[in-house]
């Protein structure tokens, strides 16, 4: 029981930040490299909030998703869209991305240091147990939220209008603009979205283990990973691959030691692309000859 508690609490930040992923590569276009420092503002609006403003932790969470959740709306607004209009392609795309990821960096790095930094919270060392697992309150409350956080995405998307005109976007952007849909907002909707469950993962992290201005690279690559597996057709596979791999990299650990969890990943999503390149849940496509 308790590897599988440490599982889900690994895997918070995994189904956060894979959820965000998928929304942009489906509705924007591309792939969104700077995912994981949105990630990483999370975490230092929660430091913030706590150390210099002080925040409870519900503050902090409230804060960190309301920075974070701005933020994507601005860069897709201000960077992607300008490039958008004008037939960036989806690789330009990409390496704008990564460029805003690096500045954003080190803007954190210049004005909090690149040391790692703890936030001291009661609750992140207060100890319950559960059915025999240990877990402190702040983990059980990640997970209880993650797990809010995860179902009101699928309602969302499933019986609201946004929802609906997401998955129109999703599905193709161009007839959704025919039909009325205006594709532009709900893009920026969608970073907004996104960017926002990215924040609370940083959050939550930030408030458990600590932060450093590195710390979304690994989540981010983590989150594509689980997005890969779980198939980027589908936002409820997305939630599962991201568990699988938090349980085989908790396994891994177990077996051959902790600096072994990130070799792990890489092999599952080398197997996968192999052997089920659209993802476990994702719908396959059928090449048509001539």
């Known amino acids: 029981m308790q590897y599988l508690v440490n599982a889900l609490v690994a895997g918070l930040s995994y189904v956060l930040v894979g959820i965000g992923l998928g ?6 276009g591309f792939l969104h490299m700077a ?3 949105l990630y990483t503002v999370g975490a230092y609006a929660a430091y913030v909030g706590v150390r210099f403003a002080g925040l409870s932790g519900v503050g902090s969470v409230i804060l960190a998703v309301a920075a974070t959740g701005l933020l994507g709306i601005v860069l897709q607004r201000f960077v992607y869209q300008g490039l958008q209009r004008v ?3 989806g690789l330009g795309l990409l390496l704008v991305s990564l460029a805003v990821y690096v500045v954003c960096q080190n803007l954190l790095s210049l004005f909090f240091g690149d040391e790692t930094k703890i936030v001291d919270m009661e609750d992140s060392i207060r100890v319950r147990t559960i059915v025999g697992a240990r877990i402190t309150t702040l983990q ?6 993650t797990c809010v956080l995860c179902a009101g995405w699928l309602i969302l998307l499933t019986y609201s209008a946004l929802g609906r005109q997401i998955r129109a976007v999703a599905s193709d952007r161009e007839l959704a603009g025919i039909c009325g849909v205006p594709a532009e907002r709900i893009a920026l909707c969608s970073a907004g979205l996104a960017a926002m469950l990215a924040g609370a993962g940083g959050c939550f992290v930030a408030l458990d283990t600590g932060l450093s201005p590195t710390m979304g690279m690994r989540v981010m690559m983590m989150g594509l990973v ?3 597996v779980g ?8 939630m599962v691959g991201a568990i699988a791999l938090a349980l085989g990299q908790q396994g891994a650990s177990v077996l051959l030691g902790s600096q072994w969890q990130d070799a792990f ?3 599952l999503l080398l197997v996968c692309l192999l052997v089920r390149p659209q993802g476990v849940f994702g ?3 059928r090449k048509v000859t001539v």
């Open 231 to 238: 198939g980027v057709d589908g936002w409820a596979g997305v």
């Open 87 to 89: 037939r960036g392609s």
């Open 226 to 228: 689980a997005l890969v």
């Open 35 to 37: 995912h994981g420092i």
């Open 283 to 285: 719908r396959s496509v």
């Open 265 to 267: 990943a890489f092999v």
């Open 140 to 145: 059980l409350g990640a997970l209880s939220v």
């Open 23 to 28: 929304l942009v590569l489906r509705v924007c």
